[in-house]
């Protein structure tokens, strides 16, 4: 190996929703010296910037991972798109923004599992402290942090239409959905500011770039931890088919995010050994819990036809359409360019069993026959739902030492009986919405699965054929105390010094809700806690 080219206190593997939040606070004080290694590009290109351009990036390479799952058996073998941010910010630079925390049970549930110090009173100040919300500070919310909180812009008739509907339905009105309760029907706060994306290279690596102490490398991809013995020392990393490395004097910090994190260790030599041995790498420790429960949200969508020509169809349709929505935005930061993935929705317990919200029911103001692709021609919209905390568990493996070769992505969807039920039975609490009074003046038709598909056989033979992930991929490299877990409660690597993980990865399970907020929250803990530890 060639000599170590630079040596920094802290190395950061990713520079996405965590690893964005670490850069900053890692290197506030001015004492550390931090090298931040991000294998996509920098996030300067505009659809990075205006909220809609999610749709413009699903197939992106440039920007985004474009990952697919292997089979998936509970799912007609079909392989089901996994979209992750390659660029700085990570996927909060291309995700649908919306801004959900989760519920206080589940954060509460990660410390009923031994992880000591994630309690929900334990993480609200850190939420708090992140959040430049528009609605200014109370007992749940923060004022003046990095990341912009907005509400929406422009209340649409279709949202307005699906948040009454779901009241109709006997659902309770919901002004804030991280606050004192998730239940019930509103609209969605999102990652905005001003109209603009706040993602999380916007709210924390933009005020940290000029720091003389902060070195960020795009276009990096790491390839290895290095290690002495059980020590962390370092990284090695690709920029344009050069090897490099660097070294590490206090610890280096993956925050690859649930795909990438695991793959890193592997391909670094910590995994399971039957893997790493089929693949030639050194094996520096037995770790079968690297890679391993993999937890992601799916969702039932069903499509239907609008009776009025108000929809995102309908306004990128034409030339016409999409220079007056630009104009629109340019001059006011209003309009369609500001719509945010799901503009409202509904937290309902759809299982006879659940205590809590177990489903996630939201409206989206476009429709397309696949995800990412053509809009329908005519005017549409989506209903989603989610399944919030699904039981069944999957893995993350290497399919070569090589790191630029994708991983296999398992997330088992589906494989529990548990999952099935509330899954159908939360895609028929959506039908009802869209079938009440409020919003059946406004529907034509339907389209997909249609009038014809009524049993509960036939809506999860339905859902297995056209569902997939919300994006929310977590615990692969999860927190506990465990034989199997693989960081414990201040995220350290177990059986290692000077490494940690610090990402959706470490989360036990996945949140009830959409997860860039609580990622964003373990890299504000974690900051804090990485910070403490050095100072001893």
């Given amino acids: ?17 965590a690893g964005c939040v670490l850069a900053n606070r890692l290197t506030a004080s001015g004492e550390h010296r931090l090298l931040l290694l991000e294998a996509g590009p920098d996030s300067r290109h505009p659809w990075l910037h205006i909220p809609v351009g999610y749709g413009r990036l699903f197939t992106d390479r440039r920007f985004n991972w474009c990952y697919a799952t292997e089979p998936q058996p509970h799912c007609h073998d079909r392989q089901v798109i996994a979209p992750r941010g390659k660029v700085l910010g990570g996927s909060s630079a291309i995700n649908g923004l919306i801004y959900i925390r989760g519920q206080a049970a589940d954060f509460d549930h990660w410390r009923q599992l031994g992880n000591v110090g994630w309690s929900y009173e334990d993480v609200l100040p850190y ?15 923060g004022a003046g942090g990095p990341l912009g909180v907005s509400d929406v812009r422009d209340r649409h ?19 804030d959905f991280n606050g004192v309760t998730q ?6 706060q999102t990652t905005t500011r001003n109209g603009v994306r706040s993602s999380a290279a916007a709210a924390y690596l933009k005020p940290a770039r000029r720091r003389p102490n902060l070195r960020i490398v795009s276009d990096a991809l790491a390839t290895r931890v290095l290690f002495e013995g059980r020590r962390a020392t370092g990284a090695e990393f690709q920029v344009g088919g050069e090897t490099r ?21 592997q391909c670094s030599g910590l995994g399971p050994a039957p893997l790493l041995q089929s693949f030639g790498i050194p094996i520096i420790a037995d770790m079968p819990g690297v890679g391993d429960g993999l937890n992601d949200h799916y969702a039932g969508r069903i499509m239907l036809r609008c009776k009025e ?17 630009g104009l629109r935005y340019v001059i006011s930061r209003r309009g369609f ?4 993935a799901v503009t409202a929705g509904c937290f309902v317990r759809a299982h006879p069993a659940s205590a809590t919200p177990d489903s996630q029911c939201s409206i989206a103001l476009y429709s397309g026959d696949t995800i990412g692709g053509e809009l329908h021609p005519f005017p549409g919209v989506t209903g989603v739902c989610t399944l919030l905390r699904p039981e069944s568990r999957g893995y993350v493996r290497i399919k070569s030492a090589d790191p630029r070769q994708a991983p296999a992505i398992h997330p088992n969807y589906l494989a529990t009986e548990k999952d099935r039920e509330t899954i159908v039975a939360g895609t028929k609490v959506l039908r009802r919405i869209f079938r009440a009074p409020a919003m059946a003046r406004h529907i034509t038709e339907e389209i997909e699965p249609g009038d014809q598909c009524q049993r509960d056989d036939e809506l999860l033979d339905f859902i297995r054929r056209r569902g997939s992930t919300t994006y929310h991929p977590v615990g692969t490299c999860r927190m506990g105390q465990d ?39 373990i890299g504000e803990k974690g900051a804090d806690m990485i910070l403490e530890d050095a100072s001893r």
């Avoid at 708090?128 to 109370?138: I, L, Q, S, V």
């Avoid at 239940?183 to 969605?188: D, K, L």
Wanted: contains cysteine.
């Fill in 1 to 17: 190996m060639a000599e170590i080219e630079e040596s920094f206190d802290f190395i950061i593997v990713g520079a996405g929703s």
């Fill in 127 to 141: 939420f708090r402290k992140a959040e430049d919300n528009e609605r200014g500070a109370d007992a749940f919310h």
């Fill in 157 to 175: 008739p279709l949202a307005e239409a699906f948040s009454e509907a779901a009241q109709q339905c006997c659902y309770p009105n919901n002004d």
């Fill in 183 to 188: 239940e019930g029907a509103g609209f969605y």
């Fill in 245 to 265: 490395w660097a070294r590490a004097a206090v610890e280096v910090i993956v925050a690859a995010g649930t795909f990438n994190s695991p793959q890193l260790l």
């Fill in 309 to 325: 020509p108000i929809t995102l169809n309908d306004a990128v349709r034409g030339w016409g359409g999409r220079i007056a929505e």
């Fill in 337 to 340: 360019l500001t719509v945010s």
């Fill in 483 to 521: 034989a199997a877990a693989v960081t414990d409660e201040r995220l350290r690597v177990h059986g290692f010094a000077g490494l940690r993980v610090v990402d959706a990865s470490i989360m036990p399970a996945v949140v009830s809700g959409n997860t860039n907020a609580a990622t964003i929250m």
